[in-house]
């Protein structure tokens, strides 16, 4: 739990800090003239801060869903009769 834990902290300050310099390039990128590329470039990066936040919240619900999976579930092969179509 503790890894996970670690890993879900890490992305979170990775996808703050991201979040952060994506709003501020758009924020001077609107108030400065001279920067109108910066507007663009910060929608750019704050998507991709939201991504990469999703993707590690992903990556730690699958590891807790697979971890706390019933593992050795038998699967009991369906005998049919010799030429019947299976359903």
Do not use: D, W
């Not at 670690?6 to 920067?35: D, Q």
């Not at 807790?64 to 005998?79: A, D």
């Amino acid at each position: 739990m503790v890894k996970r834990e670690k890993f879900l902290n890490a992305v979170t300050y990775v996808g703050l800090t991201i979040l952060t310099i994506g709003i501020l390039a758009f924020i001077l990128g609107l108030l400065v003239t001279g920067f109108n590329i910066l507007v663009p470039i910060g929608i750019g990066t704050v998507v991709g801060a939201v991504f990469i936040f999703l993707i590690g919240v992903f990556l730690v619900v699958t590891e807790e869903m697979l971890e706390k999976s019933n593992r050795g579930t038998k699967v009991v092969p369906f005998n049919s009769k010799k030429g019947a179509p299976l359903q």
